[in-house]
T-cell receptor, first 109, second 115 residues
Framework: GQNIDQPTEMTATEGAIVQINCTYQTSGFNGLFWYQQHAGEAPTFLSYNVLDGLEEKGRFSSFLSRSKGYSYLLLKELQMKDSASYLCASMDSNYQLIWGAGTKLIIKP | ETGVTQTPRHLVMGMTNKKSLKCEQHLGHNAMYWYKQSAKKPLELMFVYSLEERVENNSVPSRFSPECPNSSHLFLHLHTLQPEDSALYLC??????????????FGPGTRLTVT
């Protein structure tokens, strides 16, 4: 079956670094997405990885290992506004997104 | 503002009511999606439309009926819903359903409560 696993909740301190892990099992693979969703708002696109390695975009980076079925989202210099849910999604062979349940990130001052 | 709008933002309906959710995208995309989001659960894909034709229907109960009159508009018609259908219903669009890096743009959602 198809499955995406990510932690339910994480807590970090303002100014620190946090890594949110995601493991995936899908029928085929056409890339790994990360989205951010603030409470009561729409998910917004953060990153896309289809090749192994690290993609850096400002304070956010995303890593992919296809052989391990593993990705992580790295957030640096955390700000209070980064408090949100982070959704991991794998695109399967039919180009459909298979979603994780999301990781709620709580930032403390 | 993502370029995808949804109305209404909140809806309370009884189990015998009929209502419709509306989605409009201003991005020139060819694919549109309906998702159901329940608390602490993964996004559930309900329907996919590509160029106004339904591509995917993930075994959704018939009390949910989609309509896509053109590539910019998508509706979800609701009738005889159950309390367990209470959730956030999200609309999304993308360039196409069969493209790599098929980044999806989401609307703000309709918070539906079935009483």
């Amino acid at each position: 079956g198809q499955n995406i696993d990510q932690p339910t909740e994480m807590t970090a301190t303002e100014g620190a670094i946090v890594q949110i892990n995601c493991t995936y099992q899908t029928s085929g693979f056409n890339g790994l997405f990360w989205y951010q969703q603030h409470a009561g708002e729409a998910p917004t696109f953060l990153s896309y990885n289809v090749l192994d390695g690290l993609e850096e975009k400002g304070r956010f980076s995303s890593f992919l290992s296809r052989s391990k079925g593993y990705s992580y989202l790295l957030l640096k210099e955390l700000q209070m506004k980064d408090s949100a849910s982070y959704l991991c999604a794998s695109m399967d062979s039919n180009y459909q997104l298979i979603w994780g349940a999301g990781t709620k990130l709580i930032i403390k001052p | 503002e993502t370029g995808v709008t949804q109305t209404p933002r909140h809806l309370v309906m009884g189990m015998t009511n009929k209502k419709s959710l509306k989605c409009e995208q201003h991005l020139g995309h060819n694919a549109m999606y309906w998702y159901k989001q329940s608390a602490k659960k993964p996004l559930e894909l309900m329907f996919v439309y590509s160029l106004e034709e339904r591509v995917e229907n993930n075994s959704v109960p018939s009390r949910f009926s989609p309509e896509c009159p053109n590539s910019s508009h998508l509706f979800l018609h609701l009738h005889t819903l159950q309390p367990e259908d209470s959730a956030l219903y999200l609309c999304a669009s993308s360039r196409g359903p069969s493209t790599g890096n098929g980044e999806q743009y989401f609307g703000p959602g309709t918070r539906l409560t079935v009483t």
